[in-house]
């Protein structure tokens, strides 16, 4: 019963959170409702028993992407975006229209379809083999991962930088 | 909780991230609904993981964690990306980014 309620809670917090942070005018408040999003789904995967991905949640996603795209809107456009152009795209209604067919037409009918199972195993804490099975079977796939970030890392500062230096540049010619 | 309710409410949030990458303007905007569809996957996986029947092989957590490293790489590279595409244009606005069909 405590179970479906917080199950309830948290589902109504995250369809709000990213409702609020898709159609929101101001993306400071969008950020933020994004956090809420986040930090809802860290609660659900707690439901879940994936303790250590709960963490993992509320670490990489609120802590660090949140605040990068603070920072991310903050270099760019205004922050409060009251003027009077629209939000949404032109082609909006047909966004709209996709979006709708797709959940009703293609995930809906596959998930009522499918044979589903019931009932959840009990199951203890998983931290302790997770760390084992990083280091035994998957140890290539983190250290491929680990490459993967310090390359994204280096290809970040590369674009950031680079495009200034273009800059700069072309303020030389002129 | 059946499985059945943890997958609706992924495919919602995944339908509401995609609403957002479709319909808004802002390409910081479409960014942060990648990321809600990417966390809408990553429930299902742990969802799935959780009802099957052998949770100790541990495949749901050991992808997510594998996605969730993915995702803060394309959010760093998405970023950089925006942030030069600012520099260049001094616009962020989508559908202001046109170069290509030569008006």
């Not at chain 1, 983190?142 to 970030?149: C, K, P, Q, S, Y």
Request: hydrophobic share 60%; net charge negative; with cysteine.
């Amino acid at each position: 019963m405590t179970q479906e309620i917080t199950f309830w809670v948290l589902a109504v917090i995250a369809v709000l959170g990213a409702l609020v942070a898709v159609r929101r005018r101001n993306l400071i408040h969008g950020v933020f409702a994004l956090m809420i999003f986040f930090a809802s789904l860290s609660g659900l995967f707690l439901l879940l028993l994936a303790e250590f991905i709960a963490a993992v949640q509320i670490l990489v996603y609120i802590g660090a992407v949140g605040i990068l795209l603070l920072f991310a809107i903050m270099l760019t456009e205004r922050v409060t975006g009251d003027d009077a152009r629209r939000v949404t795209s032109r082609g909006w209604f047909w966004g709209l229209v996709a979006t709708i067919v797709i959940f009703v037409y293609l995930l809906l009918p596959a998930i009522q379809e499918a044979n589903l199972p019931e009932t959840a195993q009990p199951i203890k804490p998983s931290v302790e083999a997770l760390g084992k099975k990083l280091m035994n079977p998957y140890v290539v796939t983190l250290e491929v991962l680990a490459l993967l970030l310090t390359a994204a890392l280096i290809g970040a500062v590369a674009a950031a930088q680079g495009a200034r230096e273009n800059k700069e540049e072309q303020s030389d010619d002129s | 909780m059946t499985l059945e309710h943890y997958l609706i409410l992924s495919a919602l949030l995944f339908c509401i991230g995609l609403l957002g990458a479709l319909t808004r303007r802002n390409a910081v905007v479409v960014l942060f609904s990648i990321e809600i569809m990417l966390n809408a996957a990553n429930l299902n996986f742990i969802a799935f993981w959780r009802f099957s029947s052998n949770p100790e092989a541990l495949h749901g957590p050991l992808f997510t964690l594998f996605t969730i490293a993915v995702a803060a790489a394309e959010v760093a590279v998405g970023l950089a990306l925006i942030i030069a595409v600012y520099r260049h244009f001094k616009t962020v606005d989508l559908e202001q980014l046109d170069t290509l069909k030569e008006e």
